[in-house]
Protein backbone atom coordinates (compact mmCIF):
# COMPACT_ATOMS: atom_id res chain seq x y z
CA UNK A 1 0.00 0.00 0.00
CA UNK A 2 1.91 3.09 -1.07
CA UNK A 3 2.58 6.07 1.24
CA UNK A 4 1.85 10.03 -0.07
CA UNK A 5 4.18 12.11 1.68
CA UNK A 6 3.16 14.51 4.70
CA UNK A 7 4.72 17.02 6.70
CA UNK A 8 4.27 16.78 10.43
CA UNK A 9 5.01 19.53 13.30
CA UNK A 10 6.66 19.02 16.23
CA UNK A 11 5.67 16.89 18.82
CA UNK A 12 6.36 19.28 21.57
CA UNK A 13 2.79 20.61 20.73
CA UNK A 14 1.51 17.35 20.69
CA UNK A 15 0.51 18.07 24.73
CA UNK A 16 -1.33 21.64 23.98
CA UNK A 17 -3.32 19.81 21.37
CA UNK A 18 -6.05 17.04 22.02
CA UNK A 19 -5.91 13.65 22.85
CA UNK A 20 -4.87 12.13 19.38
CA UNK A 21 -4.57 15.18 17.01
CA UNK A 22 -0.96 15.48 16.69
CA UNK A 23 1.33 13.06 15.25
CA UNK A 24 5.32 11.99 15.87
CA UNK A 25 7.03 11.83 12.73
CA UNK A 26 6.76 7.72 11.45
CA UNK A 27 4.77 5.24 11.67
CA UNK A 28 5.15 1.26 11.57
CA UNK A 29 3.86 -0.84 8.85
CA UNK A 30 3.62 -4.55 7.90
CA UNK A 31 0.78 -6.63 5.58
CA UNK A 32 -0.36 -10.17 5.49
CA UNK A 33 -1.64 -12.21 2.25
CA UNK A 34 -2.71 -15.74 2.50
CA UNK A 35 0.23 -16.81 0.40
CA UNK A 36 3.15 -15.31 1.98
CA UNK A 37 1.52 -14.48 5.53
CA UNK A 38 3.36 -11.68 7.61
CA UNK A 39 6.44 -10.11 6.66
CA UNK A 40 9.00 -11.04 8.88
CA UNK A 41 10.33 -7.40 9.18
CA UNK A 42 8.96 -4.00 10.43
CA UNK A 43 9.06 -1.25 8.00
CA UNK A 44 9.64 2.29 9.25
CA UNK A 45 8.03 5.23 7.30
CA UNK A 46 7.52 8.78 7.58
CA UNK A 47 4.57 9.21 8.84
CA UNK A 48 2.30 9.88 6.17
CA UNK A 49 -1.58 9.69 4.07
CA UNK A 50 -2.48 6.29 2.79
CA UNK A 51 -3.61 5.63 -0.69
CA UNK A 52 -5.96 2.98 -1.34
CA UNK A 53 -8.60 1.34 -3.26
CA UNK A 54 -12.39 2.81 -2.42
CA UNK A 55 -13.43 -0.64 -2.60
CA UNK A 56 -10.99 -1.76 0.30
CA UNK A 57 -12.83 -4.25 2.42
CA UNK A 58 -12.24 -2.94 5.66
CA UNK A 59 -13.83 0.47 4.81
CA UNK A 60 -17.17 -1.44 3.90
CA UNK A 61 -17.35 -3.94 5.99
CA UNK A 62 -15.42 -2.64 9.21
CA UNK A 63 -12.37 -5.58 9.54
CA UNK A 64 -10.71 -3.37 11.62
CA UNK A 65 -9.27 -3.82 15.29
CA UNK A 66 -6.83 -1.55 16.80
CA UNK A 67 -5.22 -1.38 20.52
CA UNK A 68 -3.57 1.55 22.92
CA UNK A 69 -0.42 1.27 25.32
CA UNK A 70 1.88 3.83 26.35
CA UNK A 71 5.37 4.09 26.65
CA UNK A 72 6.84 6.55 29.37
CA UNK A 73 10.20 8.17 30.46
CA UNK A 74 11.65 6.13 33.58
CA UNK A 75 14.11 7.11 36.09
CA UNK A 76 17.64 6.76 35.79
CA UNK A 77 16.52 7.22 31.85
CA UNK A 78 15.29 5.01 28.68
CA UNK A 79 11.92 4.02 28.12
CA UNK A 80 9.85 1.23 28.74
CA UNK A 81 6.20 0.26 27.02
CA UNK A 82 3.66 -0.89 29.73
CA UNK A 83 2.77 -4.62 29.23
CA UNK A 84 2.99 -4.61 25.36
CA UNK A 85 2.31 -8.64 25.24
CA UNK A 86 -0.73 -8.03 27.12
CA UNK A 87 -1.90 -5.91 24.04
CA UNK A 88 -0.63 -8.22 21.86
CA UNK A 89 -2.07 -11.36 23.16
CA UNK A 90 -5.99 -8.95 23.12
CA UNK A 91 -4.60 -8.33 19.83
CA UNK A 92 -4.77 -11.65 18.74
CA UNK A 93 -8.75 -11.64 20.38
CA UNK A 94 -9.61 -9.16 18.50
CA UNK A 95 -8.84 -10.32 15.49
CA UNK A 96 -9.68 -14.13 16.00
CA UNK A 97 -13.52 -12.83 16.56
CA UNK A 98 -13.40 -10.39 13.12
CA UNK A 99 -11.79 -13.85 11.25
CA UNK A 100 -8.42 -11.41 10.62
CA UNK A 101 -5.47 -13.04 10.72
CA UNK A 102 -3.33 -12.74 14.37
CA UNK A 103 -0.55 -11.04 14.97
CA UNK A 104 2.38 -13.23 16.17
CA UNK A 105 3.14 -11.64 19.64
CA UNK A 106 6.56 -11.26 18.55
CA UNK A 107 6.29 -9.31 15.55
CA UNK A 108 3.54 -6.73 17.73
CA UNK A 109 6.73 -6.73 20.07
CA UNK A 110 9.15 -6.07 17.08
CA UNK A 111 7.09 -3.22 15.69
CA UNK A 112 6.60 -1.64 19.23
CA UNK A 113 10.65 -1.51 19.58
CA UNK A 114 11.09 -0.19 15.91
CA UNK A 115 8.15 2.42 16.29
CA UNK A 116 9.92 3.29 19.92
CA UNK A 117 13.37 2.96 18.54
CA UNK A 118 12.96 6.16 16.18
CA UNK A 119 10.45 8.18 17.78
CA UNK A 120 10.85 7.61 21.63
CA UNK A 121 12.82 11.01 21.57
CA UNK A 122 9.62 12.70 20.56
CA UNK A 123 9.19 12.38 24.49
CA UNK A 124 10.17 15.37 26.36
CA UNK A 125 12.11 14.12 29.86
CA UNK A 126 11.23 17.20 31.81
CA UNK A 127 7.48 16.33 32.33
CA UNK A 128 6.82 12.95 34.13
CA UNK A 129 2.36 13.78 33.03
CA UNK A 130 3.56 12.95 29.40
CA UNK A 131 3.75 9.78 27.66
CA UNK A 132 4.05 8.23 24.78
CA UNK A 133 0.97 6.76 23.41
CA UNK A 134 1.18 3.86 20.80
CA UNK A 135 -2.29 2.95 18.67
CA UNK A 136 -1.52 -0.21 16.78
CA UNK A 137 -4.10 -0.63 13.78
CA UNK A 138 -5.08 -3.63 11.77
CA UNK A 139 -7.55 -3.34 8.82
CA UNK A 140 -8.56 -5.63 5.38
CA UNK A 141 -6.89 -3.95 2.77
CA UNK A 142 -8.05 -6.01 0.27
CA UNK A 143 -9.67 -4.09 -2.68
CA UNK A 144 -12.92 -6.39 -3.15
CA UNK A 145 -16.47 -6.23 -1.67
CA UNK A 146 -17.15 -10.08 -1.54
CA UNK A 147 -19.08 -10.63 1.65
CA UNK A 148 -16.29 -12.74 3.46
CA UNK A 149 -12.93 -12.06 5.21
CA UNK A 150 -10.74 -9.93 3.49
CA UNK A 151 -7.50 -11.52 1.89
CA UNK A 152 -4.89 -8.77 2.54
CA UNK A 153 -4.49 -6.77 5.27
CA UNK A 154 -2.50 -4.08 6.50
CA UNK A 155 -1.18 -3.27 10.27
CA UNK A 156 -0.10 0.10 10.82
CA UNK A 157 1.41 1.25 14.11
CA UNK A 158 1.51 5.30 14.86
CA UNK A 159 1.66 7.11 17.80
CA UNK A 160 1.84 10.62 19.71
CA UNK A 161 2.51 12.65 22.93
CA UNK A 162 0.04 12.95 25.35
CA UNK A 163 -0.91 13.67 29.05
CA UNK A 164 -3.91 12.52 30.98
CA UNK A 165 -6.80 11.69 28.75
CA UNK A 166 -10.04 14.37 30.27
CA UNK A 167 -6.84 16.51 31.93
CA UNK A 168 -3.48 16.61 32.98
CA UNK A 169 -4.56 16.32 36.81
CA UNK A 170 -6.80 13.50 37.88
CA UNK A 171 -10.05 15.95 38.79
CA UNK A 172 -12.96 13.81 39.40
CA UNK A 173 -15.75 13.24 36.18
CA UNK A 174 -19.30 13.63 35.88
CA UNK A 175 -21.20 10.33 34.51
CA UNK A 176 -24.28 9.65 32.63
CA UNK A 177 -25.86 6.43 32.51
CA UNK A 178 -27.22 5.33 29.20
CA UNK A 179 -30.77 4.00 29.17
CA UNK A 180 -31.49 4.37 25.82
CA UNK A 181 -28.48 2.86 24.02
CA UNK A 182 -26.55 -0.71 24.93
CA UNK A 183 -22.63 -0.66 23.75
CA UNK A 184 -22.61 -4.65 23.21
CA UNK A 185 -24.54 -7.68 23.01
CA UNK A 186 -24.11 -11.26 23.97
CA UNK A 187 -22.20 -13.18 21.48
CA UNK A 188 -21.02 -9.64 19.91
CA UNK A 189 -17.94 -8.24 20.05
CA UNK A 190 -18.09 -6.28 23.06
CA UNK A 191 -14.85 -7.82 24.25
CA UNK A 192 -13.11 -7.04 20.75
CA UNK A 193 -11.16 -3.97 20.48
CA UNK A 194 -12.79 -3.22 17.16
CA UNK A 195 -13.86 0.26 15.51
CA UNK A 196 -17.48 -0.55 15.23
CA UNK A 197 -17.78 -0.85 18.93
CA UNK A 198 -16.71 2.82 19.20
CA UNK A 199 -18.75 4.56 16.59
CA UNK A 200 -21.92 2.89 18.03
CA UNK A 201 -20.96 4.54 21.34
CA UNK A 202 -20.97 8.40 19.85
CA UNK A 203 -24.55 9.25 19.94
CA UNK A 204 -24.59 8.56 23.60
CA UNK A 205 -21.04 10.18 24.41
CA UNK A 206 -22.93 13.10 22.95
CA UNK A 207 -26.07 12.77 25.29
CA UNK A 208 -23.40 13.18 28.44
CA UNK A 209 -21.65 15.95 26.91
CA UNK A 210 -25.20 17.91 26.67
CA UNK A 211 -26.01 16.54 30.03
CA UNK A 212 -22.82 18.55 31.32
CA UNK A 213 -20.83 15.13 31.97
CA UNK A 214 -17.39 13.95 30.56
CA UNK A 215 -18.30 10.21 29.96
CA UNK A 216 -21.43 7.62 29.25
CA UNK A 217 -22.25 4.54 31.84
CA UNK A 218 -22.89 1.28 30.28
CA UNK A 219 -25.14 -1.00 31.37
CA UNK A 220 -26.33 -4.85 30.06
CA UNK A 221 -27.55 -5.12 27.11
CA UNK A 222 -30.10 -7.67 28.29
CA UNK A 223 -31.75 -6.32 31.70
CA UNK A 224 -30.62 -2.54 31.81
CA UNK A 225 -29.68 -2.43 34.94
CA UNK A 226 -26.05 -3.87 35.73
CA UNK A 227 -23.21 -1.45 35.25
CA UNK A 228 -20.90 -2.76 32.81
CA UNK A 229 -17.92 0.29 31.76
CA UNK A 230 -17.74 3.52 31.32
CA UNK A 231 -16.61 4.81 27.54
CA UNK A 232 -14.14 3.03 26.43
CA UNK A 233 -13.09 2.71 30.12
CA UNK A 234 -13.58 -0.03 32.91
CA UNK A 235 -15.05 0.89 36.24
CA UNK A 236 -14.08 -0.05 40.02
CA UNK A 237 -16.05 0.47 43.05
CA UNK A 238 -14.31 0.65 46.78
CA UNK A 239 -16.49 -0.43 49.33
CA UNK A 240 -15.30 1.11 53.21
CA UNK A 241 -12.07 3.27 53.81
CA UNK A 242 -8.56 2.44 55.15
CA UNK A 243 -6.81 -1.01 54.82
CA UNK A 244 -10.19 -3.08 55.11
CA UNK A 245 -11.31 -1.26 52.17
CA UNK A 246 -12.41 -3.95 48.94
CA UNK A 247 -12.11 -3.05 45.36
CA UNK A 248 -14.63 -4.52 43.55
CA UNK A 249 -14.75 -4.39 39.52
CA UNK A 250 -17.66 -6.05 37.23
CA UNK A 251 -16.98 -9.44 35.78
CA UNK A 252 -15.95 -9.93 32.47
CA UNK A 253 -19.47 -11.50 30.50
CA UNK A 254 -18.35 -11.02 27.17
CA UNK A 255 -19.78 -7.47 26.46
CA UNK A 256 -17.44 -5.45 27.94
CA UNK A 257 -13.64 -5.37 27.07
CA UNK A 258 -10.93 -6.74 28.97
CA UNK A 259 -9.01 -4.15 29.94
CA UNK A 260 -4.95 -4.50 30.69
CA UNK A 261 -5.40 -1.84 32.95
CA UNK A 262 -8.02 -3.03 34.78
CA UNK A 263 -5.99 -6.52 35.13
CA UNK A 264 -2.85 -4.47 36.79
CA UNK A 265 -4.86 -2.66 38.84
CA UNK A 266 -6.30 -5.73 40.63
CA UNK A 267 -2.62 -7.27 41.00
CA UNK A 268 -1.84 -4.12 42.34
CA UNK A 269 -4.74 -3.30 45.14
CA UNK A 270 -4.10 -7.27 45.88
CA UNK A 271 -0.69 -6.39 46.91
CA UNK A 272 -1.71 -3.59 49.57
CA UNK A 273 -4.05 -6.02 51.34
CA UNK A 274 -6.97 -4.45 49.73
CA UNK A 275 -10.26 -7.34 49.17
CA UNK A 276 -10.27 -7.50 45.26
CA UNK A 277 -13.89 -9.42 43.83
CA UNK A 278 -15.28 -8.92 40.91
CA UNK A 279 -19.19 -8.61 41.28
CA UNK A 280 -22.40 -7.23 38.95
CA UNK A 281 -23.44 -4.34 40.66
CA UNK A 282 -27.01 -2.35 39.58
CA UNK A 283 -27.57 1.00 39.06
CA UNK A 284 -29.62 1.02 41.92
CA UNK A 285 -27.07 -0.63 43.95
CA UNK A 286 -24.51 1.66 43.06
CA UNK A 287 -26.69 4.53 44.23
CA UNK A 288 -28.13 3.40 47.69
CA UNK A 289 -24.77 2.03 48.76
CA UNK A 290 -22.91 5.64 47.85
CA UNK A 291 -26.07 7.60 49.68
CA UNK A 292 -25.66 4.91 52.74
CA UNK A 293 -21.41 5.37 52.46
CA UNK A 294 -20.61 1.91 52.20
CA UNK A 295 -19.39 2.55 48.51
CA UNK A 296 -16.91 5.57 49.12
CA UNK A 297 -15.07 5.54 45.76
CA UNK A 298 -15.47 5.00 42.21
CA UNK A 299 -12.90 5.49 39.22
CA UNK A 300 -12.51 4.69 35.46
CA UNK A 301 -9.13 3.21 34.52
CA UNK A 302 -7.53 2.28 31.05
CA UNK A 303 -4.67 3.47 29.04
CA UNK A 304 -5.95 6.70 28.33
CA UNK A 305 -7.58 7.53 31.66
CA UNK A 306 -4.76 5.73 33.98
CA UNK A 307 -6.57 6.34 36.74
CA UNK A 308 -9.58 8.66 36.77
CA UNK A 309 -11.96 9.29 39.63
CA UNK A 310 -15.98 9.56 39.19
CA UNK A 311 -17.79 11.87 41.77
CA UNK A 312 -21.00 12.11 40.08
CA UNK A 313 -23.77 10.42 38.54
CA UNK A 314 -26.41 11.19 37.05
CA UNK A 315 -29.20 8.93 35.81
CA UNK A 316 -32.07 10.98 33.40
CA UNK A 317 -33.39 13.50 36.37
CA UNK A 318 -31.33 12.17 39.10
CA UNK A 319 -28.08 12.41 40.33
CA UNK A 320 -25.76 11.97 43.30
CA UNK A 321 -22.15 11.85 44.41
CA UNK A 322 -19.49 9.85 45.22
CA UNK A 323 -17.66 10.85 48.15
CA UNK A 324 -18.67 14.31 48.45
CA UNK A 325 -17.80 14.45 44.83
CA UNK A 326 -13.81 14.44 45.53
CA UNK A 327 -11.39 11.85 44.82
CA UNK A 328 -10.50 9.27 46.98
CA UNK A 329 -7.63 7.76 48.90
CA UNK A 330 -7.23 4.57 47.64
CA UNK A 331 -7.87 5.59 43.97
CA UNK A 332 -5.44 7.90 44.46
CA UNK A 333 -2.91 5.63 45.92
CA UNK A 334 -3.53 2.69 43.40
CA UNK A 335 -2.77 5.33 40.38
CA UNK A 336 0.33 6.25 42.22
CA UNK A 337 0.91 2.73 42.60
CA UNK A 338 0.29 2.23 38.80
CA UNK A 339 2.38 5.10 37.69
CA UNK A 340 5.57 4.06 40.33
CA UNK A 341 6.08 1.07 38.22
CA UNK A 342 5.42 2.69 34.56
CA UNK A 343 8.00 5.28 35.61
CA UNK A 344 10.35 3.02 37.14
CA UNK A 345 9.96 4.82 40.83
CA UNK A 346 8.92 1.56 42.04
CA UNK A 347 10.27 -1.85 41.24
CA UNK A 348 8.18 -3.89 38.40
CA UNK A 349 7.67 -7.05 40.28
CA UNK A 350 6.02 -9.07 37.87
CA UNK A 351 7.82 -7.49 34.94
CA UNK A 352 5.45 -5.37 33.23
CA UNK A 353 7.75 -3.02 31.44
CA UNK A 354 9.92 -3.44 28.29
CA UNK A 355 12.65 -1.67 28.10
CA UNK A 356 13.92 0.28 24.90
CA UNK A 357 17.28 2.17 24.68
CA UNK A 358 17.76 5.63 25.71
CA UNK A 359 16.72 7.74 22.93
CA UNK A 360 17.43 12.03 22.88
CA UNK A 361 14.85 13.31 24.80
CA UNK A 362 12.88 16.34 23.35
CA UNK A 363 13.83 19.98 24.27
Known amino acids: MPVADRTVGSPRVTARREFGEWFTDHMVLLTWTPETGWENRPRVLPFGDLRFSPAMAGLHYGQVVFEGLKTHRRRGGGLGTFRPDAHARRFQRSARRLAMPEMPEELFLAAVDAFVGRDGEALPADDGRLSLYLRPVLFASEPS ?171 GEDDWLIGGGKKGPVTMELREALTDVQQGLAPDTWEWVRHHPHPAASQ
Not at 203 to 212: H, K, Y
Not at 237 to 245: C, D, L, M, N
Open 145 to 315: LALRPARAYTFLLMGFVTGGFFSDHPDPVSVLISREYARAAPGGTGQAKCAGNYAGAFLAQRAATEAGCQQVVWLDPVERQWVEEMGGMNLFFVRGTGPGAAVVTPPLTGTLLPGVTRDSLKTLAARRGYLVTEERISVGQWREECEAGVITETFACGTAAVVTPVGQVRD
